[in-house]
């Protein structure tokens, strides 16, 4: 019997590795100038940079979702998953502590989120990654099965 | 190792080519439109085509850039006009019906530009019917035919195959410009990108 928390760090992973992998996938199907557009209302990166990151962050997004889901390389998709939704926390919280007016947060391409609603999500995103982080047990990973298997049964680290 | 770089290698292979496949056959382009709506010598190398919403604010700022650009390049380019009436703009359409209504009597450009100059006027008003009219007998058109096409609901094709031109370009925002194919959202970017994409298209 497996305890309740590999069970809940293998839900987080497939919700949070899932949410980034429909988020930059959906990114990616919009021109990338249109998720430019929504970046540059938060007036954190000059507008030169705005087009360059918009076509490079849905493919971070994409490739850390999908890693995080399958459970593999967790040495970097968990601390990259971490980067990118702390990157986002910061990137709302600044925008409503200026006081912005931003309709739509950009999350999903055009998700009519709100920062606040988006600023929600996020935390409860950061909160299934702590439990990732701390679980050893890796229910369901590639990174498990890959390990040979005299290290399965111990408590195990990150690969 | 060499196990996860393999799959590594598997997952990136299927991740590329799922996006690459879904990407393809999404773009396509249908040009046609009124000729009162071009403004430009037709032979400019560069076409630039603006989606825009006489409702929204930041067309009507971004109508200055377009100008002081045209000006700075005369000769090289082409402005086609389309339109995208969000539908979060109550009047957007009943606009675009006016504007082409002006533009059947050949003066869709500088009805356009009452548009957006007074864009606080009638977009505030319960029904900007009457102000439309106003303008059109300013511009001293033939106030009947402005009024009779424009309550004929003739426009409305012409508009929703702007709209739909717009929706298989995946234009989400106004204005969308297009130089020829190069894309610009917004007044900021065309600001940031208008002059470099000009020459870029140009070839100066």
């Known amino acids: 019997m497996r305890p309740l928390p590999a069970y809940l760090a293998l839900a987080g992973r497939l919700v949070v590795g899932g949410s980034l992998v429909v988020s930059g996938f959906t990114k990616l199907m919009l021109p990338p100038e249109e998720l430019a557009m929504a970046m540059e209302a938060y007036r954190l990166?000059?507008?030169?940079?705005?087009?360059?990151f918009a076509r490079a962050l849905p493919w971070v997004e994409l490739f850390v979702g999908a890693f995080l889901a399958l459970g593999f390389m967790m040495r970097f998709s968990v601390p990259g998953a971490l980067a990118l939704f702390g990157m986002f926390l910061a990137a709302l919280s600044s925008a409503l502590i200026r006081g912005l007016n931003i309709a739509d947060c950009g999350c999903f391409g055009r998700s009519h989120l709100t920062p606040s609603q988006a600023i929600l999500m996020d935390s409860v995103f950061l909160v299934l990654l702590a439990i990732v982080l701390f679980d050893k047990q890796h229910f369901f990973s590639f990174d498990r099965w890959l390990q040979p298997s005299k290290d399965r049964k111990a408590p195990h680290r990150h690969v | 190792m060499k196990n996860r770089l393999f799959i590594a290698?598997?997952?990136g292979t299927v991740l590329i080519v799922t996006v690459l496949a879904a990407k393809q056959g999404r773009w396509s382009e249908t040009w046609k439109v009124p000729a009162y709506r071009q403004k430009g010598p037709a032979s400019a190398p560069v076409v630039i085509t603006e989606f825009s919403d006489f409702q929204c604010p930041i067309c009507a700022r971004a109508r200055t850039t377009l100008e002081e650009l045209t000006k700075r390049h005369e000769g090289k380019i082409v402005v086609v006009f389309r339109h995208y009436p969000l539908?979060?703009?109550?009047?957007?359409r009943l606009a675009a019906s006016a504007a082409e209504s002006a533009g059947a009597q050949g003066r869709f450009w500088d009805y356009q530009n009452l548009l957006f100059d007074r864009q606080k006027e009638w977009s505030e008003t319960q029904d900007p019917r009457e102000l439309f009219s106003q303008y059109a007998a300013y511009l001293g058109l033939d106030l009947k035919r402005f009024q009779s096409d424009l309550e004929s609901g003739r426009w409305d094709k012409t508009v929703q195959r702007?709209?739909?031109?717009?929706?298989?370009?995946?234009?989400?925002?106004?204005?969308?410009?297009?130089?020829?194919?190069?894309?610009v959202v917004g007044d900021s970017q065309l600001k940031a990108f208008g002059e470099q994409f000009v020459e870029l298209e140009s070839g100066s």
């Open chain 2, 162 to 183: 702007d709209v739909e031109a717009a929706q298989a370009l995946q234009v989400k925002a106004t204005p969308t410009f297009f130089f020829n194919k190069r894309r």
């Open chain 1, 45 to 52: 990166i000059p507008l030169s940079m705005a087009v360059p």
């Open chain 2, 9 to 11: 290698f598997i997952i």
């Open chain 2, 87 to 92: 539908k979060s703009h109550r009047w957007s």
